[in-house]
């Protein structure tokens, strides 16, 4: 099934800015995963497709490198390169290839209720083996004497090289503390920065956990517009203490901030001398183009950056890490040796087992095509909204939502409004689509359930 | 070396109250510790201890196996028992008698100073078969998609088990909420019970990092009395919120709480509306007899049980666990959902494989004899004051602490003060000698080196 693909280069925006190769790999998945790219089709070769881009060669067999190895691209024996069988979901494997064992596998969510959480990852899309090497790891190193506040030195040591290499962020060690995740990371800074009676904004409609740390710090809790590209500047509070905020992917709507605002936001803080709080919500998951550079590199005076586990791997490690500035962060280490806390070291050892052997980048990878699959087969559904990135999408109704809820549970599929993220009365009517806890089966049957409860 | 054991029940008290083995368990131990009964000296056959004390020979069998099984006591073999050779300390050896490889031992602490901290447990004593094996378990295990905000179901079976075993507290599983430690549960009762300016009671010497988790909470912090028993029931106040208090070992006085100040302590609860916590704080590490009964076992309703492997095993697993009614646990799980707060799984599931095999509990029975033989050869000092349990002991002075500290680091020994255990002006001056985490030998070092500081 060879089809014309004289005019793909004309669904590739023109190319600027370094590096070409991963802008040319993120719209060839976005060419695949918003069917503009069919499987089976034939792509042009790397010395065609670089001739008609005006880009060096090396450019498309990086990008055609890249998306082999994430499976979007197969070959075949002498004649050429196409696109794989992407579309329909995969039961899940492990990465060896083989069936995840059903005596080691988490019991699977009920399979006669679709439920569609957000931001809950594919716990049986975990390697076994690479968990068992990561504990086994772990079971080696004896405990310390005195656990220090900050994390393991050797752990910080390759969060930064993880951190510079994934995220363009260029920290030391110094600059990074271990936490147990965002909201582990957001209560630490509210007690190290934040008095009783201090205003916080939390973006609206936003996480509802960040705002439960900060009202339990003591902090009146001051919802900020969010529109579609994400939180809206213009509209900040002069007297803020800290801001909470997810440029990379706003969460739960989806916009990813553009620059512009990026610059607002960080002269908004310099100017007031507020501290942001930057949750750098699923960064990792993004099928289009790369995510923007962290917000905290344009400014990492004003900018605290917190990123975790949760979402890449599994919300039951419990382990993340924060970027600040090394005074900050020795402020925050002294608070939290104050209170006898401390990120459990087996985990800790662990994680670093994972991120030097590279597994941990390795399963994101996995994982960002599985959702990748799994958000194309769930787009057949009419009105979704949201970036393409992440682990779930907005659905905006005419109707209210709580009936669509309704409806939908009484075909089978759990699902939420959009209140619960709402600090205030909800503006939005909508529900949350989430498939990231569900099998590439499963969000094809809830296309097939939701769709008679959708206008065509 | 045989010498004459014909007055040994006069140092033993009169018997009362069931248990009658573990009583005499405790004072054999005792008599040991306090240099009554001397390394190599013989015991008296069962039969002639048990007619002697008036019980029966069951009852000094038990008492002699346990103290075989402890290292207390050796057979020579058709000569009778005899008391090991227990006072010096041995070189930190893992479970299987070899030394510690120093290839997986954690930096041991600098030899050059002898740091005298409390609370801190042997980390060298972690047996690393039983630390690899749990790790490995873990690994076995896969992470469940939506952790449970409660602990794993079969952690807390098994914990209701070793807490019904060990402490007599008859709990089931859904009393029990799995924690990263006692501060962490403290924290959570906080924000479950304390409202902005509501008043929380701190023992005066007391925890510092439980006055800091209540003072982040909102809480007036109140001091209250302690003395050479513990907490002070009349004097406290009527409008506390909650209590916190150590009575199975006042920390870091080391005052056993009697149990006429334990039914006053539940009548003040019932008639004020306070909650108790109770931190069961080195209830397992008593060198004399078996600690009390947990005050939570009083009264239920108005106690609330923490407990935890920081001191037990490590700092660095940071695991631990609550009892209280299943309405209340239920609340406070609510509320660590609300933060996305979790323990991480693969903590509970070593944990749980340590608690299923034993492990643990014959851990905590080595440590308990190491703790022993160093505090044995501690109490050659003059003038300690402590209970007989823990791993530390409080040093009063007539002279000023803060001289004794620098005088002991003159002679290579670090110690502090009791002043931080204070939240207001110190009323003792004192200081902490700790043996938790320094050998046998170096806890030797550091009685030659201070004993000239110490009028004779």
């Not at 060419?31 to 008609?52: H, I, K, N």
């Not at 504990?135 to 030195?153: I, K, N």
């Not at 209170?339 to 670093?352: F, G, K, M, T, Y």
Request: proline share 8%.
């Amino acid at each position: 099934m060879t089809t014309s693909h004289a005019d793909l280069p004309l669904v590739l925006d023109r190319l600027t800015g370094p590096p070409l190769a991963s802008q040319l790999t993120g719209q060839l998945r976005d060419a695949v995963t918003s069917g503009v790219l069919l499987a089976g089709e034939r792509l042009p070769s790397t010395r065609e497709l670089a001739a008609t881009l005006g880009v060096s060669r090396t450019v498309v067999t990086a990008a055609y490198a890249q998306l082999f190895a994430e499976g979007w691209l197969e070959g075949r024996h002498g004649s050429g390169t196409y696109v794989s069988d992407v579309a329909p979901a995969l039961p899940c494997l492990s990465a060896s290839g083989t069936p995840v064992p059903a005596s080691t596998s988490p019991p699977a969510p009920d399979s006669d209720l679709i439920e569609m959480r957000a931001g809950i990852p594919w716990a049986a899309g975990i390697d076994t083996a690479m968990w068992r090497r990561a504990w086994r790891h772990a079971g080696t190193r004896v405990p310390s004497f005195f656990p220090g506040p900050y994390g393991l030195p050797e752990l910080r040591g390759v969060l930064a090289d993880y951190l510079r290499r994934g995220r363009g962020i260029a920290v030391g060690p110094d600059h990074l503390l271990v936490t147990r995740g965002v909201a582990h990371g957001l209560a630490e800074l509210s007690a190290a920065l934040v008095e009783p009676g201090d205003r916080v904004g939390v973006e609206e409609p936003g996480y509802p956990s960040a705002r439960e740390v900060f009202r339990r710090a003591g902090a009146e809790v001051v919802p900020c517009r969010v529109d579609a590209d994400g939180v809206v500047p213009d509209e900040l509070p002069g007297d803020l203490r800290l801001l909470y905020t997810t440029p990379a992917h706003q969460y739960p709507l989806g916009g990813r901030l553009p620059v512009a605002r990026r610059q607002a936001l960080t002269s908004w803080a310099r100017a007031t001398g507020a501290v942001i709080a930057e949750d750098d919500y699923d960064s990792e998951f993004r099928y289009d183009v790369a995510p923007l550079p962290a917000l905290y590199s344009m400014d990492p005076e004003v900018v605290v950056y917190l990123g975790t586990t949760s979402k890449t791997l599994t919300p039951a490690l419990g382990v993340g890490w924060l970027a600040a500035s090394p005074a900050l962060v020795r402020l925050l280490a002294q608070a939290r040796e104050k209170v006898s806390d401390r990120v459990p070291e087996p985990v800790q050892h662990a994680l670093l087992a994972m991120l030097a052997s590279g597994d941990l980048e390795r399963h994101i990878r996995r994982m960002r095509l599985e959702y990748a699959r799994r958000r194309a087969a769930l787009m057949a559904l009419p009105g979704l909204r949201g970036d393409s990135a992440g682990m779930h999408v907005v659905l905006e109704l005419r109707r209210p939502a709580a009936d669509f809820v309704a409806g939908a549970a009484e075909r089978g599929v759990g699902l939420s409004t959009v209140d619960r993220f709402f600090a205030g009365d909800p503006v939005i009517n909508a529900v949350i689509l989430g498939y990231g806890a569900i099998s590439g089966s499963q969000v094809r049957r809830a296309v097939t359930a939701l769709s008679p409860l959708l206008p065509a």
